[in-house]
């Protein structure tokens, strides 16, 4: 699917949670079994994948983490999800490596919380 | 601009946020920051937070950013209240002066511009919370004559204005003041100068009852 292609959040958003539970490890996963990894009810996921639900933004962290990708995948944006927008950090000399990516995921969930709250 | 005007211009604004927000004393809290961010549509998040995963944001004590135009900051939830306040009036000069600049791209017109605007928001949250006039008023109604401040002083201040200025800060504003010695309230022990003036705080007393509740 490509990031650019729709600007419709919602579809986007059905069509690649499908994808990536029908791709997951080669051979696929079924609603039941992701349901269970993610501790929700398998209706859930069901719905996710119809549109009648929209995930909330813990449930796209949980999916993130359960198939290896970021936040920024389930949007489609031509953006780079990576640059933390006109951060002004409080200590930004130095910062460690590990600090600058807690930033990166912060930009990463607001703008992400931000599109869900449009496709709403 | 000066980086003095520019400071200057900072007590002005964080002044021109006192009033506009009725702050009346040297005594800000989160309950009031929380009110000046709602107004200003910023919302407040506290780190770790739930999708955020590593890091140990031991050098950061916050962050302001805005993503897609939403100004957000990011406050680490380890922060004491008084550093929390701090930092969030920090964050704030950043969202009232830095948004625009950051948004078109400009850059600071100061040699080390980073440098400027971050110590800009220092002088403004310092203001912000106990703005210099009203230090002044409060060290001359005790008498405290122009390099003649102590550690004592300083303690005895911040206990009976009740202020959310830090010691560490409420130092640094009367050695630019003039109100101390340049370095003379340098590397105070803060909290134990306190406790050998005023006693064992509560908290402490309370704790020492829990663990043994007898003595």
């Not at chain 1, 995948?73 to 031509?78: A, E």
Request: charged share 30%; with cysteine; aromatic share 8%.
């Amino acid at each position: 699917m490509s990031k650019t292609a729709s600007p419709n959040v919602s579809e986007y958003l059905c069509e690649k949670i499908r994808e990536l539970r029908l791709s997951f490890g080669g051979h696929g996963i079924s609603q039941d079994e992701l349901a269970r990894h993610l501790d929700i009810q398998t209706n859930t996921v069901s719905r996710w994948e119809t549109g009648a639900y929209k995930p909330k933004l813990k449930d796209l962290d949980k999916l993130a983490e359960f198939f290896a990708v970021s936040v920024s995948d389930f949007f489609p944006t031509k953006e780079d999800f990576t640059e933390p927008v006109n951060a002004l950090l409080r200590a930004a000399k130095d910062l460690p490596d590990e600090d600058i990516e807690v930033l990166r995921q912060f930009a990463e969930l607001k703008r992400a919380q931000l599109k869900l709250k449009k496709a709403k | 601009m000066t980086r003095s005007d520019y400071y200057d211009e900072m007590r002005r604004l964080a002044n021109e946020q006192r009033a506009l927000f009725n702050l009346l004393s040297a005594r800000v809290t989160l309950s009031d920051l929380r009110k000046i961010f709602k107004h200003h549509c910023i919302s407040i998040n506290l780190w770790p937070m739930p999708g955020i995963s590593g890091g140990n944001m031991k050098k950061v004590k916050g962050a302001y950013m805005h993503v897609d135009g939403q100004p957000s900051v990011l406050i680490s939830r380890r922060l004491p209240d008084e550093q929390r306040i701090f930092t969030m009036a920090h964050e704030l000069k950043h969202h009232l002066v830095d948004y625009d600049e950051a948004a078109r791209g400009i850059s600071c017109q100061f040699e080390g511009a980073t440098d400027v605007k971050e110590i800009g928001a220092e002088v403004f949250a310092a203001e912000l919370i106990y703005p210099d006039i009203t230090f002044v008023s409060d060290m001359d109604s005790r008498s405290i004559d122009k390099d003649a401040c102590t550690d004592r002083d300083i303690v005895s201040l911040k206990r009976s204005t009740n202020t959310t200025l830090s010691f560490t800060a409420l130092a640094k504003k009367a050695t630019f003041l003039g109100y101390a010695p340049k370095g003379a309230l340098a590397a105070v022990k803060w909290k134990k100068l306190e406790e050998e003036m005023f006693g064992e705080p509560l908290y402490k007393r309370i704790n020492r009852y829990r663990q043994f509740p007898r003595n």
